[in-house]
């Protein structure tokens, strides 16, 4: 069974930095996603990692896949007061299974 | 093409009472998925459904849950007799498959039992 995790729990910067949140999973992970969810919102689909290596950038997030290290980072360049919110990321084990979600990430940006 | 509907959005509940979730999802898409968000926590996988089959209800409570997925209308978590600990954000995802596994969340339902 796959299971799913992330860390920090909490992380709160400061504008302007840099920082990275991880993911851990346990078993073979076909896909691996990121989520970002605002208080009282649903979810909102960030990145979707296919293969070993892959690397998607969006504005000042970027994710980046490690199948064999069965790690998942998102880092966040700059850090902008908006992208406060909490980050989900998630995997799944074949073409049309569940989602299995991490703890989630309670990311705080502070001016 | 409208995304995951779901209705209510939210519902508040007494003990005892039966809440009913219903979940529209996009237009094509016949594959859904049910999720719980309990506070503070991640997602849950609760059950996955086509029409008129449940294919994975694996994180289904045994008692009081069941869900639906009718050849027409929207589909239906059920939950019987809600206690105070059934009080969460429920989300519905829905799917294309075969050929896209990505999955389109619902602005969910947030349930109250008092």
């Known amino acids: 069974e796959l299971k799913v995790e992330q860390n920090p729990l909490f992380l709160s910067m400061q504008e302007g930095k840099n920082y990275t949140i991880y993911c851990n999973y346990s078993t073979t992970s076909d896909r691996l996603y990121w989520y970002r969810q605002d208080p009282g919102k649903s979810l909102e689909s960030l990145f979707v990692l296919l293969s070993n290596g892959a690397v998607k950038q969006e504005g000042r997030l970027m994710a980046s896949l490690d199948t064999k290290a069965r790690l998942s980072t998102l880092h966040i360049t700059a850090a902008v007061h908006d992208l406060s919110a909490t980050y989900f990321c998630a995997g799944d084990t074949g073409t049309a299974s569940k989602l299995t979600f991490g703890t989630g990430t309670r990311l705080q940006v502070t001016l | 093409n409208a995304g995951v509907m779901q209705n209510p959005r939210h519902l508040v509940r007494r003990r005892g009472q039966e809440a009913r979730l219903r979940c529209s999802p996009m237009?094509?898409?016949?594959?859904v998925y049910w999720y719980r968000q309990l506070p503070e926590e991640g997602l849950k996988f609760m059950v996955y459904?086509?029409?008129?089959?449940?294919?994975?209800e694996s994180g289904m409570p045994k008692e009081r849950f069941s869900a639906e997925f009718p050849k027409e209308g929207p589909s239906i978590l059920r939950i019987q007799q809600v206690v105070r600990g059934d009080s969460a954000a429920y989300f519905c995802?829905?799917?294309?498959?075969?050929?896209?596994?990505?999955?389109?969340f619902g602005p969910g339902t947030r349930l109250t039992v008092t």
């Open positions: 459904l086509q029409k008129e089959n449940i294919i994975d």
């Open positions: 237009k094509g898409h016949s594959h």
């Open positions: 995802a829905s799917s294309p498959l075969p050929g896209n596994y990505e999955q389109y």
